[in-house]
């Protein structure tokens, strides 16, 4: 007994000395959307090169197992409130534009938390958790100052909004704080967020810490008549790439990885940089087909956005700050919604989360790699009734989120290309993220990072799991491609995992989506989409 309390002893002395003491740290939080778990280049791929973000890992945590909710709408309310989105009512599919409903008013979520412990709270970019009345908004939830679009995408040149599947009119959809930010400037999404960034930074007041999201709406698919846009200079330096759509993908991956490099450099330039916790992370896996797809590719994870299979949810994550560990790749589970407890420990907001959450403070695996750790995942759908649970070492997949299966394989080809691996480290090197870090990375480093970021797949043929017919299983440490079902072999981990599963679902609370209400129409709102619900109905025939 004395020998395990002076061990206990010994952990929190290492754990408490490493982290800064009494300041409070600033915190970034920058979200890409739809990013395709093998568009970013530190995964080993040279098709897309991204410098900045690469630079960011090498010198920073990479999170090798980051786990997300399956869809933009659930992952953005598991990451706000510390939730799984079945504990919200917010894990059926997303908020559409014109459905009466929002994350719950009596949820405390992140900025709120930051805002109680003396931070300056800001949101550059997407919402996508409520706009129908004006309290589910940004500016009733927390944040300070908002600059940004309320719903799930725009266009990237002119900030509309076309639901195709409704007729309603074209709406405008971008705000200042509560007002519309009218510009026919055209400039492209990705710039103007990034500019916005660039420009709070300078502007803060450095005495008092500041939490900031910058939630990209790249490389999220705009609007259906034009879905993939980006600037002609960009896509003409992937020619090599076959694919035309690919082409712009690839470019819109570009600016993204640009505007990562340009907010961490106007951190350097404010002297805020080694006081501020930065994170990357995709809000979910990329559409390879099917709806708002963008040729996205999440090889060799199988599935894709929407899904239950890695593709879907297992994305690119990274943590940065100077007090942190450099340069080390973490393959303990981490969910999204761990980074609620987990940040407000690492920045010394010494705030206490009052509620019960299901988000971990996994400070320590970051800092030692020592416990706690995260043991399970869930993702549940029970509107489309499609689901996974991962516990330990084995992963529980049950029903389709496609009609007849179609989205049940590997979607995203590797399509790799060789053209960018010659210049690879040099380009990593004078990115504008590495410059600003002032960390010595060096080649052997950096490569040898790459290689063990990569996912091996192995020799394995895929047997039949066919998800119509009933549940697979999988060893989804062994076996990450989700390529082997055990349903059969391993019948008691198999039992074993459905009936843990089953009492998991006991605990899930009902969807909160509604049907559309066309009152919604941009046409009655001088056409723009805005907070239609808090108005006297137009349509009262519907």
């Given amino acids: ?12 002395l290492e754990f408490s000395s490493s982290l800064p003491q009494n300041q409070k740290k600033n915190v970034l939080i920058i979200v890409a959307d739809d990013l395709g778990f093998n568009d970013v280049s530190y995964r080993g791929s040279n098709e897309i090169p991204t410098y900045n973000i690469d630079a960011l890992a090498y010198g920073g945590i990479v999170l090798d ?60 970019g997407k919402w996508h958790l409520g706009l129908y009345k004006e309290p589910y908004t940004p500016m009733q939830r927390g944040y300070d100052t908002f600059f940004g679009y309320h719903g799930p995408y725009i266009g990237y040149f002119d900030y509309t909004h076309k639901m195709f599947t409704r007729n309603y009119s074209r709406g405008y959809d971008l705000r200042r704080n509560a007002n519309i930010e009218w510009r026919n400037d055209r400039v492209y999404a990705t710039d103007m967020f990034t500019k916005e960034a660039v420009a709070l930074i300078e502007n803060l007041n450095n005495k008092n810490p500041f939490f900031m999201m910058v939630n990209h709406l790249a490389p999220h698919a705009g609007n259906e008549d034009v879905p993939l846009e980006a600037k002609e200079e960009d896509i003409k330096q992937f020619s090599y790439i076959k694919n035309p759509r690919r ?68 994305t690119a994550a990274i943590i940065h700050a100077p007090f942190l560990p450099q340069g080390v790749i973490r393959n303990r589970y981490f969910y999204i919604a761990d980074f609620l407890p987990t940040l407000l420990t690492i920045s010394n907001a010494n705030v206490n989360i009052s509620t019960p959450i299901d988000g971990m403070d996994l400070s320590n695996m970051l800092m030692n790699d020592r416990p706690p750790y995260r ?16 516990r330990g070492d084995f ?13 049940d394989k590997w979607l995203g080809s590797n399509n790799n290309t060789n053209v960018n691996a010659a210049n690879y480290v040099f380009n990593v090197l004078n990115s504008k993220t590495a410059k600003a870090l002032k960390y010595s990375l060096t080649e052997r480093k950096i490569s040898c990072l790459r290689k063990r970021t990569v996912v091996k797949c192995g020799n394995n043929v895929a047997n039949n799991c066919n998800l119509l017919e009933g549940p697979c299983l999988f060893n989804i440490i062994n076996d990450p491609c989700e390529k082997v079902n055990l349903a059969t072999t391993q019948k008691a981990m198999m039992t074993s995992m459905l009936e843990s599963f089953n009492e998991k679902l006991k605990t899930v609370v009902p969807a909160l ?26 349509i009262l025939d519907f």
């Fill in 375 to 390: 043991d399970e995942v869930l993702t549940i759908d029970d509107v489309f009734e499609y689901s996974s649970y991962i």
């Fill in 247 to 314: 082409q712009i993908l690839s470019a819109m991956v570009k600016s993204l990885d640009d505007s990562v490099g340009e907010i961490v450099l106007s951190l350097r330039r404010k002297n805020l940089l080694d006081d501020t916790i930065i994170i990357f992370y995709s809000d979910n896996g990329g559409p390879t087909e099917f709806l708002h797809s963008t040729t996205a590719s999440n090889y060799p994870l199988k599935g894709q956005k929407q899904s239950a299979w890695e593709g879907g949810i297992r």
């Fill in 395 to 407: 992963k529980l997949v049950n029903g389709s989120s496609s009609e007849d299966g179609i989205a």
């Fill in 65 to 124: 197992r980051f786990y997300t909710a399956p869809m933009c709408t659930p992952s953005r309310s598991a990451l706000m409130t510390g939730k799984y989105p079945f504990h919200t009512g917010m894990q059926n599919f997303v908020i559409v534009s014109d459905e009466p409903w929002g994350l719950p008013l009596n949820e405390k979520v992140m900025p709120q938390y930051f805002k109680e412990a003396g931070y300056s709270t800001h949101l550059i």
């Fill in 513 to 538: 989506r509604k049907p559309p209400n066309p009152n919604c129409d941009p046409i009655f709102f001088n056409l723009t989409w805005t907070n239609w619900d808090d108005y006297p109905p137009h």
């Fill in 1 to 12: 007994m004395k020998t395990q309390i002076l061990i206990l002893i010994i952990v929190v």
